[in-house]
């Protein structure tokens, strides 16, 4: 499936440009539908394969364009929340999965994905397309015709759709943009913050965590079935605190308390398979690995989870959106791909090692965000693009 979101990612920009974020979504869901479709009717492992390729490939393109879309049609004193309920519906649909996958064939699971897909082909039609898109394409009544849509018919829309076409104008359009337009030294900031909270996302361990969590489990000690239920409930209550916080502590506070939430819960995951190595507590290690385990994705939730595409959907300017955020998410894929590769070997040569690691990429992921990440919590696009980038 990393694979296959890597491809997504290599070409979720430039299909959001060229299709439109409406028609990337169609694309997505197609991709999905076949991908859920060659799982649950699979005869052998090639068609397993061949499914989870093409889900990582809907997935990737969804990672990029959603958040993209979202940023694009809410207003700025909301669009945290919004785009943070992104991430908690994950959370949610991650959460019913736990659940109903324990009790049910995973041929079944795979028929019940196929659902919300093609419930969002037939809602995709009702919906309008970005503003800032159609802004781009030289579609100035069309902006209008979006805005009103979004904001209700009696609303005056005149300052932000003149807004979005001035500053549309004033930059140059993706399609004469060149690749290496996003290495300017007024784009160099928003780039590394891009990709470096990408690298904080993945190299911290939580894709891995998930994918892995029922062997964390039973290397503890802890029952699985117990444990995955548990799980999947625990993380819905706290990414809701991230969609209520994101625009009243702004992104940067919620970041640095996620940081350190994980640094703290990866070091006492650590410690804990110390003591269980050492036939120390028993009886309790498989418990504090477990709520160590809570604390740690409960952190996760409230800010790096979500947070990271937010800003990568806030910080780039129309010009260089396609490029740079393609490397972003490419930069997501790959490195999620990486670990999720190598947790297994390091789970088998340290439990405790491996979640040291993780910890230490908790404090390197404070001091980044401390210096480098700027606060973007209640500008609209065009002002976060003069205050990053100078452009007037």
């Given amino acids: 499936m990393n694979v296959g979101g890597?491809?997504?990612?290599?070409?979720?920009g430039q299909m959001a440009v060229i299709l439109g974020r409406r028609r990337t979504l169609w694309v997505c869901d197609f991709f999905c539908i076949f991908g859920w479709l060659s799982i649950a009717f699979a005869k052998d492992v090639l068609w397993l394969d061949l499914g989870r390729i093409s889900l990582g490939i809907g997935v990737g393109l969804i990672s990029y364009v959603v958040p993209v879309y979202i940023a694009e049609i809410t207003p700025k004193?909301?669009?945290?929340?919004?785009?943070?309920?992104?991430?908690?519906?994950?959370?949610?649909?991650?959460s019913l999965i736990y659940f109903v996958g324990t009790l049910i064939n995973w041929r079944v699971l795979a028929i019940i994905g196929v659902v919300p897909c093609f419930i969002q082909v037939i809602g995709i039609y009702f919906i309008p397309e970005s503003p800032r898109w159609l802004a781009k394409i030289g579609s100035g009544k069309e902006v209008e015709s979006s805005l009103h849509r979004l904001r209700g018919k009696d609303v005056d829309i005149s300052g932000e759709a003149a807004e979005i076409l001035v500053m549309t104008k004033m930059v140059e359009e993706d399609s004469k943009s060149s690749f290496c337009d996003m290495f300017q030294k007024k784009y160099r900031r928003t780039l590394l913050v891009g990709i470096g909270l990408m690298l904080i996302q993945q190299l911290s361990g939580a894709t891995a965590i998930t994918y892995y969590s029922n062997a964390i489990f039973r290397?503890?000690?802890?029952?699985?079935?117990?444990?995955?239920?548990?799980?999947?409930?625990?993380?819905?209550?706290?990414?809701?605190?991230?969609?209520?916080?994101?625009?009243?502590?702004?992104?940067?506070?919620?970041?640095?308390a996620s940081a350190i939430g994980m640094s703290i819960g990866s070091f006492l995951i650590g410690v804990s398979f110390a003591l269980q190595e050492r036939n120390l507590l028993p009886e309790l290690t498989p418990i504090f690995i477990f709520v160590n385990i809570l604390v740690y994705f409960g952190c996760y939730a409230i800010g790096i989870g979500g947070l990271p595409w937010l800003i990568m959907s806030e910080i780039f300017p129309?010009?260089?959106k396609v490029s740079a955020g393609t490397?972003?998410?490419?930069?997501?894929?790959?490195?999620?791909?990486?670990?999720?590769?190598?947790?297994?070997f390091m789970f088998e040569w340290s439990p405790q090692g491996t979640f040291y690691i993780f910890g230490v990429v908790g404090v390197l992921s404070m001091v980044f965000i401390w210096m480098f990440v700027p606060e973007t919590n209640g500008q609209s696009l065009e002002e976060l693009q003069v205050l990053l980038t100078g452009t007037t």
């Fill in 327 to 344: 490397i972003v998410a490419l930069t997501s894929w790959t490195s999620g791909s990486f670990v999720t590769y190598a947790f297994n």
């Fill in 6 to 12: 890597a491809v997504g990612a290599l070409f979720s």
């Fill in 318 to 320: 129309i010009n260089i």
């Fill in 219 to 256: 290397k503890s000690g802890f029952p699985e079935r117990l444990g995955s239920m548990i799980f999947g409930v625990f993380v819905i209550p706290k990414a809701l605190m991230g969609v209520i916080l994101v625009d009243k502590w702004g992104r940067r506070p919620l970041l640095l």
């Fill in 77 to 94: 004193h909301v669009r945290g929340a919004f785009t943070g309920s992104n991430q908690l519906l994950q959370n949610s649909g991650i």
